[in-house]
């Protein structure tokens, strides 16, 4: 007997990967989305913004232009002017396996009683949100930007 692929299924399956691959954004899509605030830019700030960096000086648009929308903003105070600083946080997924000694030896595999942990039945692999980039603005402009390099 064969099985029919329910189409009811699909539809949200479908939606979902299509809402990931269109928020998606790069410094390209956006400056393509929004050819005036590119243009508007200077030829040194154009220049750093098509290859995703910023620096000191430079305005929220090129920021948003190179680096995108934050994923959360810290509004502050410092020597006497108030700052707004953008976070963009990155999730970072790591593999649940911890060494253990089993009856048969030592090996590889889920430590721990499975009642009281609570990754032990899920097929996602818990996934660890951290700060990867902040940039810092005074009077619209960045006075401070901090970044986490590749390994």
């Given amino acids: 007997m064969r099985r029919r692929f329910s189409s009811g299924a699909s539809v949200p ?4 990967v299509v809402l990931i691959l269109t928020s998606c954004s790069t410094p390209q899509t956006r400056i393509s989305d929004h050819p005036d605030l590119y243009q508007s830019l200077s030829p040194r700030d154009q ?4 290859q995703g960096q910023i620096r000191y000086g430079m305005s929220r648009n090129a920021v948003w232009l ?17 700052t707004e600083t953008w976070v963009y946080v990155y999730y970072a997924t790591y593999p649940y396996y911890y060494p253990y000694y089993g009856p ?16 032990y039945y899920s097929l996602i692999p818990p996934s660890i949100p ?22």
């Fill in 47 to 50: 220049a750093l913004v098509s």
């Fill in 13 to 16: 399956g479908i939606a979902a």
């Fill in 66 to 82: 190179a680096w995108g929308s934050p994923d959360s903003k810290v509004i502050g105070n410092m020597r006497g002017h108030s």
């Fill in 104 to 119: 048969y030896g030592p090996g590889f595999g889920f430590f721990g009683d499975p009642f009281y942990d609570p990754f």
């Fill in 130 to 151: 951290y700060p990867n980039k902040t940039v810092t603005f005074s009077n619209s402009r960045v006075m401070s930007f901090q970044y986490l390099e590749p390994n």
